[in-house]
């Protein structure tokens, strides 16, 4: 298997640009995670999905970021309009059923820079 | 309020050595406790991990160890190795408002030495 395949790997932007991040999970898992990493907070976990269906948004910083999982094989993580403080790197990952156990595969990371 | 704290942002050792990660914790809902490890430019993987019904759990040359009673967890690596040189990070999951998703800590970046 591939992996947890995300893209793209670094994306420069304008601020007040549309960003969108994309995320392939392992085929098979059925829960996806979507963190973000700074220096200063750590990882995130900004929204995770179960069977397609998000479960807890509370993480998602405020209504500039959407997330959707319209099938089991892809997701997108959207910035609108994005700004300076959202660089970050922002991670996908998925697992397999909901239990509490679960071990999650993370993608490589999308790196953004928003000038 | 930070659910799960890695206090130590850093630690170097000697190859050769033992590391000892500490992470600890304060819901008490929390049943399952992970180690990830992460290189530069690349996302976290799996390491260890550990239920709360035991106190501890070995694979090679890394075991986690779990005080349910102080809520903390430690990563024992020996002995270290330069390829072990990566941010760590602890995790955990659980019951209620916990179950399917797992809380990270900030990550302790351990440096090997040659």
């Known amino acids: 298997d591939a992996g947890v395949i995300q893209s793209p790997r670094h994306e420069v932007t304008e601020m007040g640009q549309e960003v969108t991040l994309r995320c392939k999970p392992i085929s098979g898992h059925n829960s996806l995670f979507w963190y973000r990493q700074t220096m200063m907070r750590g990882l995130e976990l900004l929204i995770y999905f179960n069977n397609n269906v998000p479960i807890d948004d509370s993480g998602m910083p405020e209504d500039r970021f959407s997330a959707k999982m319209p099938n089991a094989s892809f997701s997108t993580l959207k910035i609108q309009p994005s700004e300076p403080r959202d660089s970050a790197v922002y991670f996908c990952a998925s697992s397999h059923a909901g239990l509490a156990a679960d071990t999650q595969y993370f993608g490589p990371g999308t790196r953004l820079t928003v000038l | 309020d930070q659910q799960v704290k890695q206090n130590s942002p850093s630690l170097s050792v000697q190859e050769g050595r033992i590391s000892i990660l500490n992470c600890d914790y304060t819901n008490s809902m929390f049943d399952y406790f992970l180690w990830y490890k992460k290189y530069p430019a690349e996302g976290p993987t799996f390491l260890i991990s550990?239920?709360?019904?035991?106190d501890k759990n070995e694979d090679g040359r890394f075991t986690v160890f779990l005080n349910k009673s102080a809520k903390h967890l430690s990563l024992h690596i020996v002995p270290s190795q330069p390829g072990d040189s990566a941010v760590y990070f602890c995790a955990a999951s659980g019951l209620g408002t916990n179950a399917g998703k797992s809380t990270f800590g900030d990550g302790t970046t351990l440096t090997v030495k040659p």
């Open positions: 550990i239920s709360s019904i035991k």
